[in-house]
């Protein structure tokens, strides 16, 4: 069965840091791509950041500079660290595994993340 559990969550003040993380199980994990993605209420899930089986980093401009995404092989694990925080910061991540040569994709349950004085 596959899992992806994300964990760290909750509510900062804004400039303060989070760090989320991502625990997979059932899956290959250093066959997958993994992602960070986020929603709020009445917009579409965007990408945040992603690193590759390589371990190459891409991230969207609106956070470039304060997020750093990372993974952990032998964990099965990927982290996000979010520095700097600012209120449009505030949504429910979500942390997604794809699988390229097998075109398979996960997806975990989302964790809040709430920016706020």
């Known amino acids: 069965q596959v899992q992806l559990v994300e964990s760290g969550g909750g509510l900062v003040q804004p400039g303060g840091s989070l760090r989320l993380s991502c625990a997979t199980s059932?899956?290959?994990?250093?066959?997958?791509?993994m992602s960070w993605y986020r929603q709020v209420p009445g917009k579409e899930r965007e990408l945040v950041a992603k690193i590759t089986i390589a371990g190459n980093t891409n991230y969207v401009d609106f956070v470039k500079g304060r997020f750093t995404i990372s993974r952990d092989n032998a964990k099965n694990t990927v982290y996000l660290q979010m520095n700097s925080l600012k209120p449009e910061d505030t949504a429910v991540y979500y942390c997604?595994?794809?699988?390229?040569?097998?075109?398979?994709?996960?997806w975990g349950q989302g964790t809040q993340v709430t920016v706020s004085s």
């Open positions: 997604n595994a794809y699988r390229p040569d097998r075109t398979l994709t996960y």
């Open positions: 059932g899956i290959l994990f250093r066959f997958y791509v």
